[in-house]
């Protein structure tokens, strides 16, 4: 079965780009979705199917996934966007197929 | 407007019993697969368990098998979850979410979690 791998935090400076990893062998061929949340509230859905946006969602938030690691870049990052990231993909071969990684804290300095 | 509004957390003892419920509006309930995630405190999400759009098919995290049910009423818009031989590690907030039907839609829209709290 699939086990994530995200870094626990990443440090980006306001109006930086900030990169948060999602890592497992073969991931390239998965659907990987990113949820962001911030402390009390529930997770909010900000990148789906690697790459899309959902709607609301600003234009600095976009993903890649390519080999074994997929990514979600945040550009030109505000104060806002300080929160806990998580990446989830379905392994449908599995009988437990909902996986998340360990989740990544984004500090905006 | 989509809404998923959680209940039925609260404190419970280990061995016991717990039914959560997940009332669902602003959409099509019997059109979405839904699922329940949880959040230890100070932890990651973890997935818990998916039921598709009648109820014919469930899934579950090998670590509640055996001692959760989901199931779903479309007639009343809600998706309930129940817990039985609680443990302490089942202590956690419990997030229903929805997904398009299929096995790789993300989830899309979650409530705000039923606090459920196994102690003596």
């Known amino acids: 079965s699939y086990v994530l791998t995200q870094p626990p935090s990443v440090s980006v400076a306001p109006g930086k780009t900030a990169r948060i990893t999602c890592g497992e062998n073969n991931l390239g061929g998965k659907s990987v979705h990113w949820y962001q949340q911030k402390p009390g509230q529930a997770p909010v859905l900000v990148i789906y199917?690697?790459?899309d946006r959902p709607s609301g969602i600003p234009e600095r938030f976009s993903g890649s996934n390519s080999g074994n690691t997929a990514t979600l870049t945040i550009s030109r990052v505000e104060a806002e966007d300080e929160a806990d990231y998580y990446c989830q993909v379905w392994d449908s071969s599995s009988h437990h197929p909902g996986v998340f990684g360990g989740g990544t804290k984004l500090a905006v300095l | 407007e989509v809404q998923l509004v959680e209940s039925g957390g609260g404190l419970v003892q280990p061995g016991g019993s717990l039914r959560l419920s997940c009332a669902a509006s602003?959409?099509?309930?019997?059109?979405?697969?839904m699922h329940w995630v949880r959040q230890a405190p100070g932890k990651g999400l973890v997935w818990v368990s998916r039921i598709n759009t009648d109820g014919s098919s469930t899934n579950y995290a090998d670590s509640v098998k055996g001692r959760i049910t989901i199931s779903r009423d479309n007639a009343k818009n809600t998706l309930h979850l129940q817990m039985n031989s609680v443990r302490a590690e089942d202590t956690a907030v419990y997030f229903c979410?929805?997904?398009?039907?299929?096995?790789?839609?993300?989830?899309?829209?979650w409530g705000q979690g039923a606090l459920v709290i196994v102690s003596s």
């Open positions: 199917y690697d790459s």
């Open positions: 979410a929805r997904a398009d039907p299929g096995g790789s839609a993300p989830m899309d829209y």
């Open positions: 602003g959409f099509t309930f019997s059109r979405f697969w």
